[in-house]
């Protein structure tokens, strides 16, 4: 069954021509030079006024990533990356010392504005209707941090969070500040051997966000980085490390956009979660970098690393994400089931443009007993995009009683894009139970068949249950995300072809 | 001097293994060019690794090691003793071709009473006729893949079998692969043609006859079903269990066919089936069926790429896998829907049962799509056996064990089922009965 015109209209909004933050913001920056040395690594590690032990830290990465060659195994395609043609740090210049978030260069609040993201402590987002009910205002709450190419700019909501006990700092800072937690979580989920675009975050990284949350505590806001590439020839290189400790709760959301330009710019990030016993992670991203025009010239090159540790027992990881952005997107986010009881959830869903290519999907890796993971995942192809759902799941010989449920669908709009699946599925215990389905005519004849006696076309009856469905992925985001979300994925996913 | 002889990676040098077998192989001039090409193209990577992401779950460097010399010319000795081992698989009324260590043994085979309609050739005679150089056709593919070239280069025999435009033959032709010899390998190549119209059962056997062990077999088929034919091929892998067994078969349907492909391996220590199915022409209907019955540490490995290069086609994909002790099971399925393959309807599905703790079940249903009205699905699951049934039939007086193995008959019976020819499908239940027997 093609896809139904509705949906094609709701896709066609969001094509690639369509892109409204490609503006670039004129603005006078400090870059490093051009190219990847040693010196560029102790320039950035200089900038940031790190600790020797960081610095020691980048150079063994760089000294690794010298011996590491490019993977080359997913469905994408693109020119060689000259690594020594970017620059790796560059910083808007800062006019003065800054003391509050009115001394902000007004060019870069105005960004930001035209983001729709408040730099001022505002309680809600605008556009946000305050749901009948919801409760106080005080739980709306959504502090920032913005990072604009390698710096992060402005960090809202600090003091009110300290008082909760949560660190909530660019990770720059926590380096200085609190320097026992990050040396001993720093690493510890992705390590700076792991892959060649995470080794060479770890070698160059500039700025990310760094959470922190005690023992017992739920985080009172919601916690949000927004990542804007602005300079050209840059690549970001952001690292985000999130720590829940015992019985802690918090929810993490991050976006990203950049200016509309012709060449192609890296970014390489990397995002580590430790979860320990009763704690519980929430990782939202909506991603649209630049996906470059319909010709194909342009947009970002998204090669990120994600992962998360269920590190204790008990401990949830939810990674939710909407991808419609990026000219490639290579990323993986990960759980990693250590503990006992220990849960990851994956939802996704990624819609491809114009001449984007898609390789994403998620690793559950069951190491724990009695641990759980669902993945939820749909791929939507147009134009002349490639979209791939690539997945591991797999159960170690001392998982008993893993189980796991995997859907993922994909639908194509046009006969000129494909959409791919390539799950692993790798069960080595016996009392593991794995499901995998990648077809809408199996989500549940049942119901089709309910609302087809009640009069419901076919096609309504399936529209009605997938959207139903999709619903579910989309009130797995933080509300103030689901507002743009929805936008985007309000899509019926009728002649899903699995 | 006294030098210590090192192992590399693929084991003592696959090269040597290649130039002693020279003055063994058929053909010359052209043929033998394009050994040496297949030669050098299986060179470039060895024996596959798991860094070959068609082979990630199957590392013939770790699990095999290396490629032993090539099999002998069978004596008489050894025809004697294949005689033996056939009579437990040779199926009555079938025409039978056998193959001992690689070569055609004729005096084992009905080629001098074959039905009308059909014809049989072997490949050595074929690539020895030095008036015809293009007979080296018979050794290229489209398919690339390491194990194959390893076939072109060693190629010792095969048969050529031609079923003439619309013969209905009514009863099945049987190849049989028997091997007779131990640490040597085999690598014979076999095309059948089944014409416009025609219907045929092909059945396929690889058997150990008394004492062989350790060898190392490497089968290809390549198929071709002319339109509006039919073909039902059945394939029963009972090698012995400290042997590697890696087929390919590569299959190209015409237009308003019907193939039927299943697949049972329940012997070797390292089986691999990959079948590369093309289907060429509109409207045929493709079924695959696979089951691996797997104990100790045997490793089964089934992958197929189906490639749906025009609309209108069917395929359906069932998968069993019922491994215990420290069994591994893999299953790799690929469905490729071209641009132009509209309305295509494929589906997959691939199940694993884990009667052990200690065994390992991988899958790998692969979907790539580049048409958009097309319905395409696949699943996947892998447990252990349902502990509520389990219930169910013990609180009925049935021992646990008894109760499991009725369960796992009914759950291979699924992919089993699909056997429409009575007698085939009789003597393969049988087979799996034999296996659970084991089991108890």
Redo the contacts between chains.
């Keep these: 069954?093609?896809?139904v015109q509705e949906t094609v209209d709701r896709v066609r909004r969001i094509d690639v021509d369509q892109y409204r933050y490609g503006f670039e913001t004129v603005i006078e920056s400090e870059k490093a030079p051009k190219g990847l040395s040693e010196d560029t690594i102790r320039y950035i590690s200089g900038k940031k006024n790190e600790p020797a032990w960081m610095l020691e830290w980048r150079l063994e990465a760089y000294r690794r990533w010298l011996t590491m060659t490019e993977p080359t195994?997913a469905r994408v395609d693109y020119p060689k990356i000259d690594f020594q043609d970017l620059y790796y740090y560059s910083a808007p210049k800062p006019k003065k010392q800054l003391s509050s978030i009115d001394e902000i260069d007004p060019e870069i609040l105005k960004t930001y504005e035209k983001l729709g993201i408040p730099l001022r402590e505002v309680a809600i987002l605008e556009g946000v209707e305050p749901k009948p009910g919801a409760g106080s205002p005080e739980t709306r709450k959504i502090a920032v941090d913005a990072v604009f190419d390698s710096v992060s700019v402005a960090t809202t909501f600090k003091e009110e969070l300290k008082k909760a006990g949560v660190i909530f700092m660019p990770i720059s800072e926590a380096i200085r500040e609190h320097p026992e937690l990050v040396q001993k979580y720093l690493g510890s989920v992705v390590p700076t051997s792991d892959n060649f675009y995470a080794t060479l975050n770890s070698a160059v990284f500039s700025d990310g966000s760094f959470v922190y949350v005690p023992p017992g505590v739920r985080c009172p806001m919601e916690l949000s980085t927004y990542f804007r590439i602005n300079e050209r020839n840059t690549g970001q290189f952001e690292r985000t490390l999130i720590i829940a400790d015992k019985g802690a709760y918090v929810s993490y959301l991050e976006g990203c956009t950049a200016p509309q330009r012709d060449e192609n710019q890296l970014h390489a990030a990397v995002v580590e979660l430790v979860a320990h016993d009763d704690a519980e992670i929430k990782y939202s991203t909506v991603q649209n970098w630049y996906p470059g025009n319909s010709e194909g010239v342009g947009g970002i090159y998204n090669f990120v690393t994600k992962r998360g540790d269920c590190r204790g027992n008990n401990s949830k990881i939810s990674w939710t994400q909407v991808e419609t952005g990026s000219a490639i997107t290579w990323k993986y986010p990960s759980c990693i089931l250590r503990g006992d009881n220990s849960r990851g959830e994956f939802y996704s869903i990624a819609i491809s443009n114009g001449y984007q290519q898609v390789d994403s999907g998620t690793k559950m890796i069951h190491l724990g007993k009695n641990t759980s993971s669902r993945i939820i995942s749909k791929g939507i192809a147009a134009g002349r995009s490639q979209n791939t759902y690539r997945g591991l799941v797999t159960a170690h010989?001392k998982a008993?009683g893993a189980r796991n449920f995997t859907a993922c669908d994909?639908l194509?709009?046009?006969?000129?894009?494909?959409?791919?699946?390539?799950?692993?599925?790798?069960?080595?215990?016996?009392?593991?139970?794995?499901?995998?389905?990648?077809?809408t005519?199996?989500i549940s004849e049942d119901v089709l068949f309910y609302c087809i006696q009640r009069g419901l076309s076919q096609e309504e009856a399936v529209g009605l249950v997938v959207n139903g469905f999709v619903k579910d992925v989309l009130q797995q985001l933080p509300m103030e995300f689901a507002v743009e979300a929805q936008k985007l994925i309000s899509i019926s996913l009728e002649?899903s072809?699995? | 001097m006294n030098v210590a002889l090192v192992k590399n990676d693929s084991g003592p040098a696959a090269s040597s293994v290649f130039a002693a077998a020279q003055g063994r192989l058929p053909g010359a001039g052209k043929v033998a060019d394009i050994r040496r090409e297949a030669f050098a193209a299986f060179e470039r990577t060895g024996l596959p690794h798991r860094r070959i992401?068609e082979w990630k779950y199957t590392d013939l460097r770790a699990l095999v090691r290396e490629v032993l010399p090539l099999a002998g010319t069978p004596d008489a000795a050894a025809l004697a003793r294949a005689k033996v081992a056939i009579a437990s698989v040779a199926i009555d009324g079938a025409t039978k071709i056998v193959l001992v260590d690689g070569v055609v043994a004729l005096e084992l085979s009905d080629l001098a009473a074959l039905p009308s309609g059909v014809s049989v050739r072997t490949l050595r005679a074929l690539l020895d006729e030095q008036s015809n150089e293009s007979r080296g056709d018979l050794l290229l593919t489209k398919a690339s893949d390491p194990m194959l070239s390893l076939n072109a280069a060693l190629a010792t025999d095969g048969v050529v079998v031609t079923v003439a435009d619309g013969v209905q033959l009514s009863s099945p032709l049987q190849l049989i692969h028997v091997a007779t010899a131990s640490k040597v390998a085999r690598y014979s190549r076999s095309h059948v043609l089944i014409g416009q119209g025609a219907r045929a059962a092909l059945v396929e056997n690889s058997i150990a006859a008394e004492g062989a062990a350790a060898y190392q077999a490497n089968d290809a088929a390549v198929i071709w079903v002319g339109d509006e034919a039919a073909l039902s091929h059945v394939r029963l892998m009972r090698d012995a269990t400290d042997v590697v067994n890696v087929s390919s078969e590569l299959f190209t349907v015409g237009a308003k066919s019907k193939l039927s492909l299943f697949n049972m391996t329940s012997g070797g220590a390292v089986s691999r089936l990959q079948a590369f199915i093309t289907l060429a022409g509109e409207a045929s209907e493709l079924i695959v069926n696979g089951v691996n019955l797997l104990r100790d540490k045997q490793h089964g490995d089934m992958t197929l790429v189906v490639d749906h290069a025009v609309p209108g086609c069917t395929s359906r994909e069932n998968f069993r896998a019922v491994l215990d002790d420290r069994a591994h099971s893999v299953f790799q399925g690929r469905i490729i829907v071209r641009?132009d393959a509209?309305q295509t309807d494929g589906?997959m599905m691939t199940r694993?049962l884990?009667?052990?703790?200690?065994?390992?079940?991988?899958?790998?249903?692969?979907?790539?799509?580049?048409?958009?009205?097309?319905?395409?699905?696949?699943?996947?699951?892998?447990?252990?056996l349902d502990d509520s049934l389990l219930f169910y039939l013990q609180a009925r007086g049935l021992p646990e064990k008894q109760a499991q193995a009725l369960l796992i008959q009914a759950f291979v019976g699924e992919a089993i089922e699909a056997i429409e020819d009575d007698d085939l499908r009789e003597r393969v239940i049988a087979a799996a009965q034999d296996w659970l027997e084991a089991r108890a």
Excluded at chain 1, 413 to 435: L, M, W
């Design positions: 069954m093609p896809a195994w010989r008993t994909s194509l709009i046009g006969d000129r894009c494909g959409a791919h699946t390539v799950p692993y599925i790798e069960a080595k215990n016996s009392s593991a139970t794995f499901e995998h389905e990648a077809t005519s199996k002649g072809v699995g | 992401e641009q509209q589906k694993a884990l009667l052990s703790d200690e065994a390992e079940a991988d899958s790998k249903p692969e979907l790539e799509i580049f048409a958009d009205d097309v319905s395409c699905g696949h699943g996947a699951t892998a447990g252990a």
